[in-house]
T-cell receptor, first 115, second 110 residues
Framework: KAGVTQTPRYLIKTRGQQVTLSCSPISGHRSVSWYQQTPGQGLQFLFE???????NKGNFPGRFSGRQFSNSRSEMNVSTLELGDSALYLC??????????????FGPGTRLTVL | QKEVEQNSGPLSVPEGAIASLNCTYSDRGSQSFFWYRQYSGKSPELIMS????GDKEDGRFTAQLNKASQYVSLLIRDSQPSDSATYLCAVKTSYDKVIFGPGTSLSVIP
């Protein structure tokens, strides 16, 4: 079974631009969660989608948004990029819900650098 | 108080020793607990999940959960240099979010 895939793997943007990141979950997985990882803040929860609906949201500004498509693929968007948005963005998929008895499998991540 | 805390590292142990990693959480209603390993430059991979009080063993790894003390730990027996990584504790809270701790960096010295 193919794992979680994320595209692109690396991205360089400038302040004020916007960016869209993509995540394809493991086949059959319906839940997709997004995390931001930085050296200072660690792994922080952004949001979780299940069946095209946002189930949960972390404490991030409205510049961070996401969506999920009918095939469970998910995208996240960051508008008006700031230097502090430079991070590794990780996507994780699970069969139904994050946590519980369902294992979350992480993708390789997208490394975003904002100049 | 942070929602999930881990013992600060880095933690160094000699090869063959037992490495002990600790994690505490603030939400008493949490029911699901996970340990992930993350190698430098890689994404986290699940080592162990635990849901009930007590010990759960998988090979060289043992997870221990004490909900009354809001404490979960991971023991790595016969530590190997390949175990050198950052270990992340994750907790699914009663409000349905999976919160990660800051991680503990483990270095196993040959």
């Amino acid at each position: 079974k193919a794992g979680v895939t994320q595209t692109p793997r690396y991205l360089i943007k400038t302040r004020g631009q916007q960016v869209t990141l993509s995540c394809s979950p493991i086949s059959g997985h319906r839940s997709v969660s997004w995390y931001q990882q930085t050296p200072g803040q660690g792994l922080q929860f952004l949001f979780e989608y299940f069946s095209e609906t946002q189930r949960n949201k972390g404490n991030f500004p409205g510049r961070f948004s996401g969506r999920q498509f009918s095939n469970s693929r998910s995208e996240m968007n960051v508008s008006t990029l700031e230097l502090g948005d430079s991070a590794l963005y990780l996507c994780a998929s699970s069969l139904i819900f994050s946590g519980g008895t369902d294992t979350q499998y992480f993708g390789p991540g997208t490394r975003l650098t904002v100049l | 108080q942070k929602e999930v805390e881990q013992n600060s590292g880095p933690l160094s142990v000699p090869e063959g020793a037992i490495a002990s990693l600790n994690c505490t959480y603030s939400d008493r209603g949490s029911q699901s607990f996970f340990w992930y390993r993350q190698y430098s430059g890689k994404s986290p991979e699940l080592i162990m999940s635990i849901y009930s009080n007590g010990d759960k063993e998988d090979g060289r790894f043992t997870a221990q959960l004490n909900k009354a003390s809001q404490y979960v730990s991971l023991l790595i027996r016969d530590s190997q240099p390949s175990d050198s990584a950052t270990y992340l504790c994750a907790v699914k809270t009663s409000y349905d979010k999976v919160i990660f701790g800051p991680g503990t960096s483990l270095s196993v010295i040959p």
